[in-house]
């Protein structure tokens, strides 16, 4: 399976709102709504930040938000502040087995 | 609170073999599949493989590029989940995290993820 496509970096002043984009196929993002958002603070674990799409775990700042549109999905932080300041990976179910999923690339956010 | 914490990682040769743990609380392991990732230096996340819940046959699958040199196994009396590492090559540098898996009618999403244990393979 490819990979997703997310930009490699984004970035924004604290208090603007910034979109990451996770651009899968017809065979992944665009047939289920099972696309999950993972942050990582260097030197960290990956946390879970959105799943299905647009579900936020407890716990999970509401200034986080999760979209799809065809087989793109998209991850909005609103109100940014310094500590978003992480790499931010999208993972999709890809459809080909109960197991199969597909991650993308990974952007790295930076607050200004 | 759902904790994982991975163990066993160091420095080791190329051709070598090492075995890490992954120790799971704070939840009813064998209920859940079990996933290992790993990220080399500066790089994004790689998964490595998965070990399903023994309601969905305990069975495993693996990236490419481990396939027949890592394998992955779970002691559910012991709530851990192992990644023997085999044939290790240069490549294989990363930090390694294990992570449950949440499987609907299919693989939803990984959450948590243990803190990450550092395999150096080097000569």
């Known amino acids: 399976q490819s990979a997703l496509t997310q930009p490699a970096s984004v970035s924004g002043s604290p208090g603007q709102s910034i979109t990451i984009s996770c651009t899968g196929t017809?065979?992944?993002?665009?047939?289920?709504?099972?696309v999950s958002w993972y942050q990582q603070h260097p030197g960290k674990a990956p946390k879970l930040m959105i799943y299905?799409?647009?579900k936020r775990p407890s716990g999970v700042s509401n200034r986080f938000s999760g979209s799809k549109s065809g087989n793109t999905a998209s991850l909005t932080i609103s109100g940014l502040q310094a500590e978003d300041e992480a790499d931010y990976y999208c993972?999709?179910?890809?459809?080909?087995?109960?197991?199969?999923?597909?991650f993308g690339g990974g952007t790295k956010l930076t607050v200004l | 609170e759902v904790q994982l914490v991975e163990s066993g990682g160091g420095l080791v040769q190329p051709g070598r073999s090492l075995r890490l743990s992954c120790t799971a609380s704070?939840?009813?392991?064998?209920?859940?599949?079990m996933s290992w990732f790993r990220q080399a230096p500066g790089k994004g996340l790689e998964w490595v493989g998965f070990?399903?819940?023994?309601?969905?046959?305990?069975?495993?699958e693996y990236a490419a590029s481990v396939k027949g040199r890592f394998t992955i196994s779970r002691d559910d009396s012991k709530s851990i989940a192992y990644l023997q590492m085999n044939s290790l090559k240069t490549e294989d540098t990363a930090v390694y995290y294990c992570?449950?898996?949440?499987?609907?009618?299919?693989?939803?999403?990984?959450?948590?993820w243990g803190q990450g244990t550092l395999v150096t393979v080097s000569s």
């Open positions: 992570t449950r898996v949440t499987v609907g009618s299919v693989i939803d999403w990984f959450d948590p």
């Open positions: 704070g939840f009813t392991f064998g209920d859940y599949a």
């Open positions: 070990i399903r819940s023994k309601a969905y046959g305990g069975t495993t």
């Open positions: 017809s065979s992944d993002v665009g047939s289920y709504n099972l």
């Open positions: 299905e799409v647009s």
């Open positions: 993972c999709s179910y890809a459809g080909s087995s109960t197991f199969d999923v597909v």
